[in-house]
């Protein structure tokens, strides 16, 4: 309980849920954050759930909006990891790689090759994580689920800029649960077979992140259910 802000108590909320589901669901409780998203909030409404502590990573996904929201005064001196969840045009790469802790969107060879050029002019690693489309209809970015493993591969043997930290995807708006869970669990096998325990499945957002954490989701994105 934090007496100055509801959207800490959302926060702490959310994550406790996360976590029983993710522990009755056989996964380990204790490796579930949830990525509070702030692309809503103002500054102060961002300043009065990080007055609480607690909160150490946040997704912004509109480039300019957040470079201006982060700079103001009322958010100096809060140290948070910033993940980049929006879409990346290449042309944007620079900015967002000098900004952001993760970029969570990752989705083609083109973006891989631009990034680890970023990251080579600074000398170091740039945290990011696969973007995956789970459906046909998604009309998201994202690539291809049966291309992910030869995709990481690549990524992985090609680009030493480069740390691939996990897999982030949307799932398709549907009332569907089994649908729902069918995609989830898709992106978790790959996340099975190429990632450890130590990497990011971010899947779910407000809306549907109990299912994303019951198939094995260890960083839901959620905005709206902790600013409201
Ligand atoms: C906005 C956004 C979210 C958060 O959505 P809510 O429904 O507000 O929780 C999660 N993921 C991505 C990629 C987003 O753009």
């Keep these: 309980m934090c007496h100055k802000s509801s959207y800490f108590d959302n926060y702490c909320r959310i994550l406790a849920n996360a976590r029983a589901i993710a522990e009755k669901n056989g996964f380990a409780a204790e490796r579930v954050n949830v990525l509070v998203v702030t692309k809503y909030a103002s500054a102060e409404q961002i300043a009065q759930l990080l007055s609480c502590g607690g909160v150490s990573m946040i997704g912004e996904s509109r480039l300019q909006d957040s470079l201006e929201k982060w700079q103001s005064p009322l958010l100096s001196g809060y140290k948070v990891q910033k993940f980049f969840i929006g879409h990346l045009q290449t042309n944007k790469a620079a900015k967002v790689v000098d900004n952001f802790d993760f970029i969570c969107s990752l989705d083609s060879l083109r973006l891989a090759r631009c990034i680890d050029r970023e990251g080579g002019k600074l000398g170091r690693c740039v945290n990011c994580l696969l973007q995956l489309k789970l459906t046909d209809r998604e009309t998201q970015g994202g690539l291809d689920l049966k ?60 809306g549907d992140y109990e299912t994303a954490v019951a198939e094995g989701g260890n960083l839901p994105r959620i905005g709206s259910a902790v600013f409201k």
Excluded at 165 to 182: S, V
């Design 147 to 206: 291309e992910a493993g030869k995709f990481i591969e690549r990524v992985r043997k090609d680009f030493k800029y480069i740390s691939l930290r996990g897999i982030m995807a949307i799932a398709p708006d549907t009332e569907d649960k089994a649908l729902l869970r069918e995609c989830f669990r898709s992106a978790a096998e790959v996340f099975k077979d190429y990632f450890t325990q130590e990497d990011y499945l971010s899947l779910g957002m407000s």
